[in-house]
């Protein structure tokens, strides 16, 4: 071979190689994640999500790649959505804001493993077998939000004394509606309150909830924790207030909106932690052998400035409760 013949042949090899190393490189692991929820609305939580999955070493467009699907508030497209990701087809799917999703995606698939959060009891909505052995493709996250209803009900028993009614704002939607219930109607009980119930799972019906809850005069509102109420956060914290209905919600995304009181677990620790059991599974877990956390981190949360609006008086038991003021 003449020397010039030599060097363009070792000139062609060296261009070969970066592309031979490229086609050895395995393909990037593809997440799905699947939500109920809006991105707008969830940014903080997605947010979240995506640090647990980083912690772990997975970055989104250099480590891994995801695909999201959100349902905007409509349940009903759930199951066309968990099919696209299955058919995308994606290494795990991450589904997040209820018991719904979860079963959306269990529906679509036996196999690809399965990260939920849910509110609701997952033993109970049967998405697990266990907590510590949830059993085939499925484990996730319990954020515990469905059984703190009762004690939101006490929460607003010390700062309205006087009410003897209170609305308690539903999504009858939800598969986990008749523990909820059941569970609101005996603190109800327990702390000598009347419950309305008002349901809800569209604008227009929380809209004619509110107008219920001003015709029966009710001293305060519970607003019950959903994902479909979430994407409405706004609408609701705004009715609240022209309605001048002292209201307790399930998480700081409300009170920060201006809702009176907050109580509930701490949402980006759960999603950070659907990022980590996430993480854990493109490492080579197996969701079987993955106990189903649960969340432990609590947080109550005045907003002083929409007490103040609302001329009501936040007692000296419930600011030393606080987790947080807002002023």
């Known amino acids: 071979m003449r020397r010039r013949e030599f060097i363009t042949f070792l000139g062609g090899m060296a261009a070969a ?67 696209d990701l299955v058919r995308r087809p994606v290494t795990v799917i991450a589904a997040t804001g209820g018991s719904a999703v979860a079963r959306a995606a269990m529906a679509a698939t036996a196999t690809i493993p399965i990260v939920f959060s849910s509110g609701a009891d997952p033993i ?10 949830p059993g085939g493709n499925v484990t996730g996250v319990h954020l515990l939000i469905g059984a703190l209803d009762p004690k939101k ?9 006087q009410a003897t009614m209170v609305g308690v704002l539903l999504n009858p939607n939800v598969e986990d509606f008749q523990f ?31 107008a219920e809850l001003s015709q029966i005069k009710a001293g305060a509102l519970v607003v019950g924790s959903n994902a479909f109420f979430n994407t409405r956060r706004d609408q609701i914290v ?18 920060a909106a201006g809702g009176l009181l907050s109580y509930g677990t701490s949402l980006t620790q759960g999603y ?8 854990r599974i493109l490492k080579g877990a ?6 189903v956390f649960q969340l432990t ?31």
């Open 17 to 83: 190689w970066p592309l031979a190393a490229r086609a050895q490189q395995p393909a990037m692991p593809v997440i799905g994640f699947l939500s109920v929820a809006s991105s707008g609305a969830y940014s903080h939580l997605r947010a979240a999500f995506l640090e647990g999955l980083q912690e772990a070493g997975y970055i989104d467009g250099q480590t891994v790649t995801i695909e999201y699907r959100w349902a905007d508030g409509r349940y009903d497209l759930l199951p066309s959505l968990a099919t």
């Open 124 to 133: 109970k909505v049967g998405l697990v077998a266990s907590l510590n052995r």
């Open 153 to 161: 009900l006490g929460l607003l028993r010390e700062l309205a004394p």
């Open 180 to 210: 909820r219930l059941a569970d609101v109607h005996e603190a109800a009980r327990t702390v000598g309150l009347q419950i309305h119930l008002l349901r809800a799972s569209t604008e227009t019906e929380i809209d004619a909830a509110f």
């Open 238 to 255: 705004a009715l609240a207030a022209r309605h001048a209905i002292p209201a307790i919600y399930d998480g700081r995304e409300y009170a």
């Open 272 to 279: 950070r932690q659907v990022g980590a059991y996430t993480a």
């Open 286 to 291: 197996k969701p079987a052998d993955l106990p």
């Open 297 to 327: 981190k609590f947080e109550f949360v005045i907003n002083l400035r929409t007490a103040k609006a609302l001329g009501v008086k936040i007692s000296d038991n419930l600011l030393s409760l606080a987790d947080e003021v807002i002023e």
